[in-house]
């Protein structure tokens, strides 16, 4: 079975720092994983995915995310946080193997930037 | 840019009677899911579609809910006889595949409340 956990129900952090929300997951062989962002009373929006190779992804809004194997986590980052990333953000994550389509998603991370 | 729509954006139904939920899913995708969120929280996924059956399903689709692709291009999910507890935000999602990732792209959702 795979599963995604998101430690931290809420992030804040000051306009113009550096942001990280955490994200580890589990799964029996390789993942696929993913960030999306979500705003208030709209759908998820898709920010970056982990394929295979470089750990380190760069998605949409200057986002980025590494994944560390050894640790199982891909973290979002962003070196320079706005008030308008304050969202919800998920972790997800797929399986590689099997032909699996189901996307397992995280609770959820409320980041909030404070001006 | 190509979008997965979904109608009605909110629906409000008497506990005991029949809700459909429709969806258009992006024209050249080939895999299509329900999830739902409740109060904001996790998104909790629901069935894939996939090939004109259902492919996976959780626990919480049971024999009140089913999936239907009536025509080329519209997704719906049928609610037999609601429950208070279906009030929830339904989203569908399209991808294109699920290889190299296979990234799911969401409507915007629709909200039924169920009284």
């Known amino acids: 079975a795979q599963s995604v956990a998101q430690p931290e129900d809420q992030v804040n952090v000051a306009e113009g720092n550096p942001l990280t929300v955490k994200c580890t997951y589990s799964?029996?062989?390789?993942?696929?994983l993913f960030w999306y962002v979500q705003y208030p009373n709209r759908g998820l929006q898709f920010l970056l995915k982990?394929?295979?190779?470089?750990?380190l992804v760069k998605g949409s809004y200057g986002f980025e995310a590494e994944f560390n194997k050894s640790q199982t986590s891909f973290h979002l980052k962003k070196p320079s946080a706005l008030v308008s990333d304050s969202a919800l953000y998920f972790c997800?994550?797929?399986?590689?193997?099997?032909?699996?389509?189901?996307?397992?998603f995280g609770t959820g991370t409320k980041l909030q930037v404070i001006p | 840019e190509p979008e997965v729509t979904q109608t009605p954006s909110h629906q409000v139904t008497q506990m005991g009677q029949e809700v459909i939920l429709r969806c258009v899913p992006i024209?050249?995708?080939?895999?299509f899911y329900w999830y739902r969120q409740i109060l904001g929280q996790k998104v909790e996924f629901l069935v894939s579609?996939?090939?004109?059956?259902?492919?996976?399903k959780s626990e919480i689709f049971d024999d009140q809910f089913s999936v239907e692709r009536p025509d080329g291009s519209n997704f719906t999910l049928k609610i037999r006889s609601t429950k208070l507890e279906d009030s929830a935000m339904y989203f569908c999602?399209?991808?294109?595949?699920?290889?190299?990732?296979?990234?799911?792209?969401f409507g915007e959702g629709s909200r039924l409340t169920v009284l």
């Open positions: 024209s050249n995708h080939l895999y």
């Open positions: 579609f996939y090939n004109n059956e259902i492919s996976e």
């Open positions: 799964v029996s062989g390789n993942p696929y």
């Open positions: 999602a399209s991808s294109e595949g699920v290889g190299f990732g296979g990234e799911l792209f």
């Open positions: 982990y394929i295979t190779g470089d750990n």
């Open positions: 997800a994550v797929r399986e590689r193997s099997g032909g699996y389509q189901k996307v397992t």
